[in-house]
């Protein structure tokens, strides 16, 4: 057999170790490629090992770096992030509240001076007869039959506000003020409409309670309460404004709007009762506030002051139920209002068997009463028809208190000091009418109401006057306040804020005096420059001259207002705040029942005796000139600073105390000195 040989080596045996090699190598390279792979994940892993160890360290040298927080810290960070939340839905709140009481004085108002564009039209409907000119006298008489009711009802509304609630009274009112807008709509006769003005006034109650409830929510944030009272009482004097205006267009329809299918449709009713759609208005305005009140605004007299309203309150004491019991304290035998209140000794409930249980309710049908070793302080309620029995420690606390504050009374110290428990009774007229300070603010706020309502009552009369006025109709005179209504809202609020941020309460105050009432007696000029306008319409330059006077009037009154209801609220304590406010009320309508019936004397008067055109200057110039007065009255006013007052009152505590202390001691001091 042939072997071919290539370099000694025989060529078979060359080719079998070349096969043997491939298949090792195939054999082989799954297994390097193996290893290589395990080494490259070994790598990676060793790496990752080194990264993390190296963020440790950097981690550990960035919280050496910072400060160290604690878990308590971690908690308070918490906290203040739950208070903030809870900031933000207070302050969602808080412009719904704010909305809400806008709205329902933004009512007040309309229910107020809707009836002004009107009334000198509207008796002229009832009372045949009576011309533009002498319509006047009546027309006051509409207008102030409103203020006279609330006369009545003024301050009754104050005591119920802090004896039922804030919010109580003000949905009650809305409810009643909605009914009685309609049966003045309906009035088929003069002495008729009177008498449902009056009720229309004799269930209004809003602002006493809603300037209560701006304070209260405020909780003495100067600041906050400045922005919403800006809000709340801007949108009551563009009420003012604005609300004229919507009465006026809606006034007698079927003269103003004869070719309305609407006004067809309900001609009969219409021409029976041409003043019944703006009081529908006023019934719906009612409605929709009573919604917005009951839905945004919380109530915020306390629940230990607040009582729940019911037939009782109305009812003689021997149908009110004999004995209650109410978080341990017993509540007694009901007494009249002007009955001998007694100081009472019973078991305490907590402690009194059946037996004894039994005993008193016979006692109390005999309506007899028996003693105990155990006495009691009684005090009334505050509706001053029932007493209540204290708790021990309560009934302890007030001994104590009463003790000590006679003890000084018998050793030496001026007798004006009171006890304690007498330094939150009910406010009454008299206990606020001998506060000089509160007194004083009132006196201005009355005297400023009369002089405002005789404005928007004689500017209407100005307006329709066709011998010493501008002899326009009820729809002009409603294009003229919407204008003012436009002026005044670039004004009001930026007003009020700047003014009290720069000047303070009191500056404001004197500065809305001044530039309010005064500049009145430029309106006259209007007479001049609506020379040559056709009857009945007024003239570019008229009508801007007419809106921006009244708007600036309007804008520093309500700067008027809303300063002196936050230094009034100032003046008496939290608690007495709402009858306060019922008693400003009470004077308040009072001046706005004679306002105007004085203006539309006055107005009748002067341009009946007065050569025209000079009847309503004389009118102007009047109101004016008391204007002016009352600007002089402001500048004597005395500024009163609560938390000075504070200051006061505690270092006089001190000083009795102290005193108290020191004639203590030295009794004891006496007693423990030996007697020879």
Not at 530 to 552: D, K, R
Request: proline share 5%; with cysteine.
């Amino acid at each position: 057999m042939g072997v071919a040989v290539i370099f000694g080596v025989p060529f078979e045996t060359e080719n079998i170790k070349s096969q043997q090699r491939r298949v090792k190598t195939k054999q082989i390279l799954p297994i390097l490629n193996n290893n290589n792979y395990s080494k490259h994940q070994t790598c990676h892993q060793t790496q990752l090992v080194q990264c993390t160890k190296q963020f440790k360290k950097e981690q550990k040298q960035f919280n050496a770096s910072m400060p160290s927080v604690t878990a308590k810290e971690t908690t308070v960070l918490l906290l203040q992030k739950e208070n903030e939340d809870e900031r933000d839905k207070q302050n969602n709140s808080l412009v719904m509240t704010t909305i809400a009481l806008a709205f329902a004085l933004l009512v007040q108002s309309y229910l107020l001076v809707g009836v002004f564009p009107y009334s000198g039209f509207l008796v002229m409907h009832l009372i045949p007869g009576l011309t533009e000119e002498t319509a006047g006298s009546y027309a006051g008489l509409i207008a102030s039959s409103f203020m006279v009711g609330r006369t009545f009802s003024s301050f009754e509304w104050g005591k119920a506000a802090d004896k039922y609630g804030r919010t109580f009274v003000i949905k009650t009112s809305l409810l009643l003020s909605a009914g009685f807008s309609i049966l003045f709509g309906l009035a088929p006769t003069f002495s008729l409409c009177l008498l449902a003005r009056f009720a229309l006034g004799l269930s209004n109650g809003l602002i006493g309670p809603i300037k209560t409830v701006i304070s209260e929510i405020c909780h003495c944030d100067q600041a906050k309460e400045t922005k919403i009272m800006a809000y709340v009482m801007g949108t009551w004097g563009y009420g003012f404004l604005i609300n004229p205006a919507i009465s006026g267009y809606l006034s007698d329809p079927v003269k103003q709007y004869p070719n309305s299918k609407f006004v067809e449709l309900a001609g009969p009713l219409w021409r029976a009762n041409p003043f019944l759609a703006p009081n529908i208005v006023g019934c719906i305005y009612c409605l929709i506030a009573y919604a917005l009140v009951h839905f945004y605004v919380d109530e915020t007299l306390p629940l230990n002051r607040r009582q729940k309203f019911g037939l009782q309150s109305f009812l003689p004491c021997w149908f009110q139920a004999s004995e209650t019991v109410v978080d341990g304290a017993t509540l007694l035998r009901s007494v009249s209002s002007w009955g001998l209140f007694k100081h009472l000794n019973i078991i305490p409930a907590e402690t009194r068997s059946d037996e004894d249980f039994n005993m008193e309710r016979s006692n109390d049908n005999n309506h007899t009463t028996y003693d105990s070793n155990l006495p009691r302080w009684i005090r009334p309620s505050p509706s001053t028809t029932a007493l209540v029995i204290l708790s021990h420690r309560e009934t302890h606390d007030r001994n104590t208190t009463t003790t000590t504050t006679t003890s000084v009374e018998s050793n030496g110290v001026p007798e004006d000091t009171e006890p304690t428990i007498q330094e939150e009774r009910p406010a009454t007229i008299r206990s606020l009418w001998s506060r000089k300070i509160t007194r004083q603010h009132l006196m201005v706020y009355w005297i400023y109401s009369f002089l405002v309502i005789s404005v928007d009552e004689a500017f209407p009369l100005f307006c329709i006057s066709k011998s010493s006025g501008l002899a326009i109709t009820e729809k002009t005179i409603g294009n003229i306040l919407s204008g003012t209504g436009v002026c005044y809202v670039a004004l009001q609020y930026f007003l009020l804020t700047s003014l009290v941020d720069q000047f303070g309460f009191y500056k404001a105050l004197r500065i809305g005096c001044l530039f309010s009432i005064p500049v009145v007696c430029l309106l006259p000029i209007s007479l001049i420059t609506n020379q040559g306008a056709p009857e009945g319409t007024l003239t570019w330059l008229t009508f801007v001259f007419l809106s921006t006077i009244y708007a600036v009037a309007r804008a520093f009154s309500s700067v008027t207002f809303s300063t002196l209801t936050m230094t009034t609220n100032r003046t008496v304590p939290a608690y007495q705040r709402a009858t306060m406010n019922g008693f400003s009320m009470l004077g308040g309508s009072l001046a706005k029942a004679a306002g105007p019936a004085f203006a539309g004397i006055l107005f009748s008067t002067s341009v009946e005796t007065i050569t025209p055109p000079y009847g309503s200057v004389v009118v102007y110039v009047i109101i004016a000139f008391l204007g002016l007065c009352l600007f002089v009255k402001a500048l004597f006013l005395p500024e009163h600073d609560p938390m000075l007052e504070d200051a006061r009152k505690n270092s006089d505590k001190d000083k009795t105390l102290n005193a108290v202390k020191e004639e203590s001691e030295r009794h004891e001091n006496d007693e423990d000195r030996p007697s020879f």
